[in-house]
Nanobody, 125 residues
Framework: QVQLVESGGGLVQVGDSLRLSCAAS????????MVWFRQAPGKEREFVAG????????YYTDSVKGRFTISRDNSKNTAYLQMNSLAPEDTAVYYCATGDWNNIYYTHTRFYPYWGQGTQVTVSS
């Protein structure tokens, strides 16, 4: 089993930055891809970013390219999502997830059996 715990969300102003963290435990973290999804009120959960096991490869949805950066520290079993230039449309609950593979291009929720509880990000204008 894998346990994932997100932290770092909050209420910020337009243009501000936040860094989300996802702490993993329970099994080998460093072998698998880690991803971030988000879900805004009344919308489906959507893929945000993914990072492969080593951190060498990353993938982003178009709406966050150039503003968000995904990273990981395998020595700490933690993945991060640095979010800059936040906008109201970034308001959502952010979830980290992982599965038993190293493919960062799986952008549908069905590929990920392990999820955190989510952390709320609210961007106020």
């Amino acid at each position: 089993q894998v346990q994932l715990v997100e932290s770092g969300g909050g209420l910020v102003q337009v243009g501000d930055s936040l860094r989300l963290s996802c702490a993993a435990s329970g099994r080998t973290f460093s072998s698998n891809a880690m991803v971030w999804f988000r879900q805004a009120p009344g919308k489906e959960r959507e893929f945000v970013a993914g990072i492969n096991w080593s951190g060498a490869d990353t993938y982003y949805t178009d709406s966050v390219k150039g503003r968000f950066t995904i990273s990981r520290d395998n020595s700490k079993n933690t993945a991060y999502l640095q979010m800059n230039s936040l906008a109201p449309e970034d308001t959502a609950v952010y979830y980290c997830a992982t599965g038993d593979w190293n493919n960062i291009y799986y952008t549908h929720t069905r590929f990920y059996p392990y999820w955190g509880q989510g952390t709320q990000v609210t961007v106020s204008s």
